[in-house]
């Protein structure tokens, strides 16, 4: 194999790649395992949450006072919807039965 051949290329980046990607695991495992990493990852993660939730609520009670479904009312028209829909299909091989 010559140095340009296209597949000495390719292995020499895997090997690369695969040394590369040793190093980092190993580096970010010790770094996010470490609690004063966790901590304040963790009190993000909640702030976040805790804004999302909030966002939500408001975006909700804002689409319903402008008489408009939310999130909510629209899953549970599209379960009912869902509901009889299936009803339908059983009628309907009800009455291919009985023919």
Do not use: C, I
Not at 21 to 38: C, D, I, K, M, Q
Not at 54 to 75: H, K, Y
């Amino acid at each position: 194999m010559s140095d340009n051949d296209p597949m000495n290329v390719w292995d020499l980046w895997k090997r690369g790649f695969a040394a590369w990607e040793g190093a980092t695991a190993s580096y970010f495992e010790r770094v996010l395992s470490n609690p004063s990493v966790l901590g304040p990852a963790g009190a993000m993660l909640t702030a976040a949450m805790k804004t999302k939730t909030a966002t939500d609520r408001a975006m909700s009670s804002w689409w319903s006072a402008w008489g408009l479904p939310n999130r909510r009312d629209q899953e549970r028209a599209l379960h009912k919807l869902n509901q009889m829909e299936s009803r339908l299909y059983d009628l309907e091989e009800r009455l291919e039965d009985a023919r």
